[in-house]
């Protein structure tokens, strides 16, 4: 009998055993996939952290926390002046006790004893009398009140001051009633007041130091005088002073006076007109004042009433117009105080034989 050795080889599809290429492919995609997957969660959590309000603006207690330990951090490293600054800003966003002892020893190393005895004085009044940091503030407090300095700033009584300041900060009054804590050092007080100029104090003060400062006003403001002309150069001449005004009277004087005057000039003329005619008539005329009619004597005599109204009359507005003028022109006032005092003047008609005029009397 003959045996037949028969062996089954079972080998899955080719299409079911990934090659080396491919395998390399689906793992290229799963890759892909998961890096897809990653980066929309990152995308998603980084949207939700920048919508929070937490992460937008850090919430300053826990800013003041880092700050605070970052600060310690690089003290503790011999980065004393970064860790300070750290303390100092976390101090600015939240005051705890501790913050306000560490600052109190900057400010003391850094020679700001008055500013670290009041950071010591705060933070002690933070804490619980047991607490055992009270007996390290209380000592601090201590030893650096004997150390800083006091300057008392006094006002005189009476004095009326606008304002006092001290190293550029204005002053209470109420910051004047005790001695103040003040750094060593140079310090300058300044006072105003109104109408006066501004005073200003300096004082330099060691450690252990007091002293007061009587703070008054500064002396008064002096009014500003408008800058007179200069001088006028040797040998030029004076200008002259400015005509006096004018008076209404006595420009009215001159015009009547000149009314008068023309009257005067009239009379002149209508005098001399009757003068020849007067010669003219006794030459054809006889002793008796009979003329020929036809002559020219005749023919005058018989026209001369109208220039003897007419001369009449001139003489009247010519002495009128003159001593009108003549009074109103020395009564004027000149403009100088008191000139027109005792001055008084009249007139009154005088009657002569054969005519008339005007009298004029007074103290000029």
Known sequence: MIGVDVR???????AMVPSATLRRRMNT?????RGFVGGVAAALLFSALASSPVAAEEDPKARAQKLFFEGLTDIQAGNKQAGCTKLRESLSLF???NTLFNVARCDEEEGRIAAAQEYWQRGLSLIDAKDPRAKVAKERIDALDARVPRLRVILPVGQAIGTLSLDGTELAPSRLEAPLRVEPGKHVIVVRAP???DKRYEVDLAEKERTEVVAGPGPEVVPVEAPKPPPLASGSAEAPPPPAPASGRRTAGFVVGGVGLAGI????????????????????CNDDGVCRKGSEGYTL???SGPLLVGNTVAWGVGIAGIAAGLVLVLTAPSGKAGD?????ASIAPLAVPGGGGLCISGRF
């Open 265 to 284: 000039v009239a009379a002149g003329i209508t005098g001399g007109m009757l003068v020849a005619r007067d010669g003219q008539i006794t030459k054809d």
């Open 95 to 97: 005051a705890t006790p």
């Open 301 to 303: 005599s018989q026209n």
């Open 195 to 197: 109408g006066r100029e």
């Open 29 to 33: 995609s799963n890759a892909l996939r």
């Open 8 to 14: 089954i080889c079972l080998r899955p599809p080719e």
């Open 340 to 344: 027109a005092q005792g001055r008084e």
